[in-house]
C-alpha cells in the first residue's frame, strides 16, 4: 500500500499561495517582500506549481473550499503564470465553484483587461491594498499609486465582473489628523465595497519607517488618535450596514472573506517563500528566501517521498520547509483561543471545554481574570468575546493565553 494513503483525510483544506515580488519596497512594510527580483518570476511559478504537486499528490481529494493569493502583489505576476498556477490547482486539488478565490492586487500594477484574465482564470475575490485616498500619504508610504488609480481599479474589477471586492486601509498614519482618515474611509465607502480591512499602522524593525522614526525625520504614530479612528470607524460602519467579524474586518452581509475563517479551527497549506502552514498537528513554515525556495523545492522533486511513512516524515523530508513545530496540547490551546477571539463571536466555551476537556478557566485561571477585571475580555451566551476596549488591546489578552 502506498504509504501515502494513511495521510488522507476527506476533511476540507485551504491553500494559502506566497508571491513575494513588490515594484517597490513600501515604507512599513515588513512582510516577506522584494523589489528588483523581476528575474526570479517565472523560476518562483515553476517551483510554486511543484509544491502544490508535492502536496496534491499528499491531499489529493481533498475539498479545497478557499485559495488566497497573497503577498508581496500577486497583481504582479503575468496571466499566464497566474493561469498555470490555477490548471495545477485544479490538478492536484479539488477546487470546484463554490471554491474562493481571492488574490492580493496593488492598484498600480493592473488595468481593466488584466483584471479581466484574472477573472477568466476563475479568480472570484479581489483584494485592493488602497491604504489611503490621500496622494500626499499615498506618496509618504512609498506606494506606488495614486487614490484616483485606486478608484478606477475598482470600478475596473466591477467592470470585469468582480462581485466579491475588499479595500485594505490603514489608519494612524504619522502626521494624520482624524479627520484626514474619516475621509479616506468615506471615499472608500462610496465606493461600496463588500468587505474592508482596516489596519494600524506600525512601525515594524528593519522598515525605511523605523529609520525614519529614529532619525527624527516621521513622528512615530499616536497611540490615542488610532485608538480614536478605530472606534470613530466602528461606529460609522455599522451605520453603513458593515458587520465587523474580525478585529480588523468588516463586511457586508454574508460577504466575510472564508479564507480569514479557515484559520480559527480549519487546517490550510501555506506555499511559498515564508509561507506557514497548518496540518495533522504540525505547524510549519517554507524557507524565506525565494532564490532558496525554488532551489530547495527542486532538491525535494529530485528526492523520493515515496518511502515516507506519516506527517512528521513528510515535513522532514520536504527541503523546503525550515521551521517545524507539532502542537502541544498548550500551544494548540492558544492558538484555538486566540483565533477564535480575534473573531467577534468569540471562544465557545462548551466547545472548547470539549475538545480540550478543561474549561479556559482552569486552562488560564488567573491571567484569565486579570484581563476580565482590566475590561478587556467578557463572557456572553457561553462565548469569551474581546470587549471594545479588549480588541484596541488584544496583545495585551493574547499574550497571557501563550505557553511559556
Ligand atoms: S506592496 Fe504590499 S507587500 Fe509589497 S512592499 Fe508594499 S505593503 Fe509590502
Redesign the pocket.
Known amino acids: 500500500m502506498d504509504a501515502r494513503a494513511s495521510l488522507k483525510s476527506a476533511d476540507p483544506i485551504s491553500l494559502y499561495l506566497h508571491i513575494p515580488f513588490?515594484?517597490?519596497?513600501?515604507a512599513?512594510?515588513d512582510?516577506n517582500?522584494y523589489?528588483g527580483l523581476d528575474a526570479l518570476v517565472e523560476p518562483y511559478c515553476d517551483a510554486l506549481i511543484s509544491e502544490i504537486r508535492l502536496w496534491g499528490e499528499i491531499a489529493s481529494g481533498r475539498p479545497v473550499p478557499t485559495v488566497f493569493f497573497g503577498?508581496?502583489?500577486p497583481s504582479l505576476l503575468p496571466l499566464p503564470q497566474i493561469g498555470r498556477i490555477m490548471a495545477s490547482l485544479h490538478e492536484s486539488f479539488s477546487l470546484d465553484v463554490n471554491t474562493e478565490v481571492s488574490l492580493e492586487a496593488?492598484p498600480g500594477t493592473i488595468d481593466l483587461n488584466y483584471l479581466r484574465g484574472l477573472r477568466s482564470a476563475g479568480i472570484n475575490r479581489i483584494s485592493f491594498?488602497v491604504q489611503s485616498f490621500h496622494d500626499g500619504e499615498l506618496r509618504a508610504l512609498?506606494?506606488i499609486h495614486s487614490a484616483d488609480e485606486a478608484k478606477q481599479c475598482y470600478h475596473w474589477a466591477r467592470e470585469a465582473g468582480f462581485q466579491r471586492i475588499n479595500l485594505d486601509l490603514i489608519y494612524g498614519l504619522p502626521e494624520q489628523a482624524l479627520d484626514r482618515w474619516e475621509s479616506t474611509l468615506e471615499q472608500a465607502l462610496a465606493l461600496e465595497p463588500d468587505h474592508l480591512s482596516l489596519y494600524a499602522l506600525t512601525v515594524e524593525e528593519g522598515t525605511k519607517l523605523a529609520s525614519d522614526v529614529e532619525h527624527g525625520r516621521a513622528s512615530a504614530p499616536d497611540g490615542d488618535t488610532q485608538a480614536a479612528m478605530y472606534e470613530w470607524s466602528c461606529e460609522r460602519l455599522a451605520e453603513a450596514g458593515y458587520k465587523q467579524y474580525e478585529i480588523s474586518n468588516w463586511c457586508r452581509p454574508g460577504q466575510e472573506c472564508r479564507h480569514n475563517l479557515v484559520y480559527r479551527n480549519g487546517e490550510w497549506l501555506g506555499l511559498g517563500a515564508g509561507a506557514h502552514s497548518h496540518w495533522s498537528g504540525f505547524r510549519f513554515a517554507d524557507v524565506y528566501s525565494p532564490r532558496q525556495y525554488i532551489e530547495k523545492v527542486r532538491e525535494t522533486i529530485s528526492s523520493t517521498l515515496d518511502t515516507v511513512a506519516g506527517p512528521a516524515e513528510v515535513l522532514e523530508a520536504m527541503q523546503q520547509i525550515t521551521w517545524i513545530e507539532e502542537q502541544s496540547l498548550e500551544t494548540a490551546m492558544a492558538d484555538t483561543a486566540i483565533l477564535a477571539l480575534r473573531l467577534n463571536e468569540g471562544l465557545d466555551v462548551a466547545g472548547f471545554s470539549r475538545r480540550f476537556g478543561k474549561t479556559p478557566e482552569a486552562a488560564w485561571g488567573p491571567s484569565l481574570d486579570e484581563v476580565r477585571e482590566a475590561g478587556l475580555l467578557a463572557r456572553e451566551d457561553g462565548h469569551l468575546q474581546l470587549t471594545s476596549r479588549g480588541r484596541l488591546l488584544a496583545n495585551e489578552v493574547f499574550v497571557r493565553l501563550l505557553p511559556d
Open positions: 513588490c515594484s517597490l519596497k513600501c512599513y512594510c512582510f517582500s523589489a503577498g508581496g502583489t496593488n491594498g512609498d506606494r
